[in-house]
């Protein structure tokens, strides 16, 4: 596996659920981050992870916590989500110094549905 | 307020013609611009950037330009193909903050056979 991988690629769940979103880096990045993208709107950064710390949290909601337990793996824990929350959730990974930070490499995106 | 606006939702080029795709920004700061390419069901895919202290940037098919007086940049594809139909979003990032990439709303391009 190559890349930024998400599983799963889409999630049913109701408003009393608890599920969780994974991202797997293979790139050596050290700098993670999760995205929501609503419809027609701009991408939202959400969290920022480097070297395992998390760095920026963008006042999201408590129903989203995110987990980094090593510097390839991240996931956003969900629970008692509201269906505004519905959108697509997109993992990125950068390494964390120098110039080349800013250029973030995208996983193919969680597509979640709350109803 | 969006500090990264791309003005159009969508364009339509003709096979083998030049597609620009325009992006306006407010943030004085910002000092680094990039491009990212999204297909359907796929993750953006980064494409060019350009850092301030440049003006054109130019790797193949894709030149961008950057107008720091005007807060402008633009993307340049020529010559146009069918499979460069994608959603094209600006970003941007500024020093200090430089993890934070700031995007535009994209635009949809289809390029026609």
């Known amino acids: 596996e190559t890349g930024v991988t998400q599983t799963p690629r889409h999630l049913v769940m109701g408003m009393t659920n608890k599920k969780s979103l994974k991202c797997e880096q293979h790139l050596g990045h050290n700098a993670m981050y999760w995205y929501k993208q609503s419809a027609k709107k701009p991408l939202e950064l959400m969290f920022v992870?480097?070297?395992?710390?998390?760095?920026e949290n963008n006042s999201v909601p408590s129903r989203f916590s995110p987990e980094c337990p090593n510097s390839s793996h991240l996931f956003l824990h969900l629970h008692t989500l509201q269906p505004e929350d519905s959108a697509l959730y997109l993992c990125a990974s950068s390494q964390a110094r120098g110039y080349e930070e800013n250029i973030q490499y995208f996983g193919a995106g969680t597509r979640l549905s709350v109803l | 307020d969006q500090q990264v606006k791309q003005n159009s939702p969508s364009l339509s080029v003709q096979e083998g013609r030049i597609s620009i795709l325009n992006c306006d920004y407010t943030?004085?700061?910002?000092?680094?611009f990039l491009w990212y390419k999204k297909y359907p069901a796929e993750g953006p895919t980064f494409l060019i950037s350009i850092s301030s202290i440049k003006d054109k940037n130019e790797d193949g098919r894709f030149t961008v330009f950057l107008n720091k007086s005007a807060k402008h940049l633009s993307l340049h594809i020529v010559p146009s193909q069918p499979g460069d139909s994608a959603v094209y979003f600006c970003?941007?990032?500024?020093?200090?903050?430089?993890?934070?990439?700031?995007f535009g709303s994209g635009t949809q391009l289809t390029v026609l056979p």
């Open positions: 943030n004085s700061m910002f000092d680094y």
């Open positions: 970003a941007a990032s500024g020093t200090g903050s430089a993890r934070q990439l700031t």
């Open positions: 992870y480097s070297l395992e710390e998390r760095v």
